[in-house]
């Protein structure tokens, strides 16, 4: 299950990418209606080993959605996503439980695509971070009056994702109590400009990269609870990176354009703060979450 940048600058609640930086997780079917939990790395010693973890919420979301009643599972997590940095970790969960949850009612059930984002979108909340997790690449995502919709495109093969991830976290109901709930009209006038310019940066002219990652919606409001994120994205917009903050932060996105400006905001970001950040070179994820099966009765 990758990781997933939302916002990417203007894009807020809209825009997300899937990068190569995965979760793993694999389901057993027990018998009986008992949960067992393992977990692994990232939030090992957080993460809840019972009914209440989100990745068995999700699955058993799913259940119920069809009808069903979940089996015993035996859950065993790898995980790699950070917790609380704005790499789409929650998102992650819960597209991971409802893949699991697609495997192991194949054959009986089955998930469609607009299903799977519907029922991701009610548990996350918003689909800008599922979306991408689902589908990968780069997605668009909004809600009609028929439910949550996305579009997948692809993203240019220039495009040199870099991810500063800080050892502080940030929680994504505390960033988003921090915007008001109104914005002037000539600055959403400008983010929407960004927005279409950053469709066409991030598909055909990386080059356009920098102008097209400025926002005045939502980041400048958060910067008061994340100082060193916003000095470090300052630092390199300053030095011509086009560097945003990663969903609610406190992680930093630097999309360049080309391997080789990556390697140059990675060092300049090493010179220019003594905050310990880091650094993830990645690339674009095209595929997004994937069920494999491992044995019989295992997703």
């Not at 027990?30 to 692994?40: L, Q, S």
Request: hydrophobic share 45%.
């Amino acid at each position: 299950m990758p990781a997933t940048s939302a916002n990417l600058g203007p894009g807020f609640d809209t825009l997300g990418l899937a990068l190569s930086l995965y979760d793993e997780l694999v389901v057993t079917r027990m018998p009986g209606d008992g949960v067992e939990v393992t977990v692994h790395g990232e939030g090992a010693q957080e993460v809840p080993r019972d009914a209440s973890n989100l990745v068995v919420r999700a699955m058993a979301y799913a259940f119920e959605s069809v009808g069903r009643r979940m089996p015993g599972v035996r859950l065993d997590a790898r995980n790699v996503i950070p917790h609380g940095r704005g790499l789409g970790s929650s998102g992650a969960a819960v597209v991971s439980g409802l893949l699991a949850a697609k495997g192991l009612l194949a054959g009986d059930v089955e998930f469609g695509a607009e299903t799977l984002l519907r029922l991701a979108t009610e548990l996350e909340g918003h689909p800008d971070n599922v979306a991408p997790a689902l589908f990968g690449g780069l997605t668009i995502a909004w809600v009609d009056e028929s439910g949550p919709q996305h579009k997948k495109l692809l993203v240019h093969r220039g495009v040199s994702p870099l991810i500063f991830v800080p050892e502080s976290t940030m929680s994504t109901s505390v960033a988003r109590s921090l915007q008001p709930l109104q914005v002037p009209r000539e600055d959403a006038v400008f983010n929407v400009s960004r927005s279409a310019l950053l469709i066409a940066a991030l598909m055909q002219s990386p080059e356009l990269l920098l102008a097209a990652t400025e926002d005045k919606l939502h980041q400048s409001y958060r910067a008061q609870a994340m100082p060193e994120t916003d000095r470090l994205v300052r630092s390199l917009r300053n030095a011509g990176f086009a560097a945003v903050v990663s969903g609610a932060g406190p992680s930093v996105l630097v999309l360049a354009d080309g391997p080789g400006r990556r390697l140059a905001a990675a060092d300049l970001a090493a010179r220019s703060t003594d905050t310990p950040w880091e650094a993830l070179m990645l690339a674009v994820d095209f595929k997004g979450g994937t069920v494999r099966d491992i044995t019989e009765g295992s997703t």
